[in-house]
């Protein structure tokens, strides 16, 4: 079945460093892939997404490539702030399937 | 606009006891899921509904668990009864229609069965 594998945090950063976030993924066919962030107490919200092969996803800063000969999708910002600490999730979806989750990863940033 | 609503927010209760978890979707989305978050599972899909029908209910743990959307906005998680292993939290989330639109997700209720 699908599923998806990211690193386990906490990722510990200081303001203004880079952030990687690895994702990689199994599935049949060519899923959809999704970044959603969860911050404290509060929902999950979609932070991206990339439906086909070496698109890439966007949004706030955060970048991710939908890359299907490594079958990744990690997660990139080139300088992240205080209030990008969150909890981040990478998701995948099959055509006319449901969303399947990774575990997560907690992102804390330090000023 | 209103954001998917859930209550209660947080809910303690004890082993046994029946415990109803509510959601309100997005008004004119047509979809409406029900996850739970662990620390050992992750976010795990239990139910979704279409047009307030069941559509797959393959996530539900067991009979404890049962849900019900009466109206298109309104719909229950019912466990009865609670079992400690049950403390999770419970998010709903809705759609605009089907797996293939964004889903909106609720705040959550945490829910701790002592």
């Known amino acids: 079945g699908n599923s998806v594998t990211q690193m386990e945090g906490p990722v510990t950063l200081s303001e203004e460093a880079f952030l990687t976030i690895n994702c990689t993924y199994t599935a049949t066919g060519y899923p959809s892939l999704f970044w959603y962030v969860q911050y404290p107490g509060e929902g999950l919200q979609l932070l991206l997404k990339?439906?086909?092969?070496?698109d890439k996803g966007s949004n706030k800063g955060f970048e991710a490539t939908y890359r299907k000969e490594t079958t990744s999708f990690h997660l990139e910002k080139g300088s992240v702030q205080v209030s990008d600490s969150a909890v981040y999730f990478c998701a995948l979806r099959g055509s006319f399937q449901k969303l399947v989750f990774g575990t997560g990863t907690r992102l804390l940033v330090s000023p | 606009d209103a954001g998917v609503i859930q209550s209660p927010r947080h809910e303690v209760t004890e082993m046994g006891q029946e415990v109803t978890l509510r959601c309100k979707p997005i008004?004119?989305?047509?979809?409406l899921f029900w996850y739970r978050q662990t620390m050992m599972r992750g976010l795990e899909l239990l139910i979704y509904f279409n047009n307030n029908v069941p559509i797959d209910d393959s996530g539900m743990p067991e009979d404890r668990f049962s849900a019900k959307m009466p109206n298109a906005s309104f719909s229950t998680l019912k466990i009865q009864p609670s079992e400690p292993r049950d403390s999770a939290v419970y998010f709903c989330?809705?759609?605009?229609?089907?797996?293939?639109?964004?889903?909106?997700f609720g705040p959550g209720t945490r829910l701790t069965v002592t």
């Open positions: 990339a439906t086909k092969a070496d």
């Open positions: 008004s004119g989305h047509n979809s």
């Open positions: 989330a809705s759609s605009p229609q089907g797996l293939v639109y964004e889903q909106y």
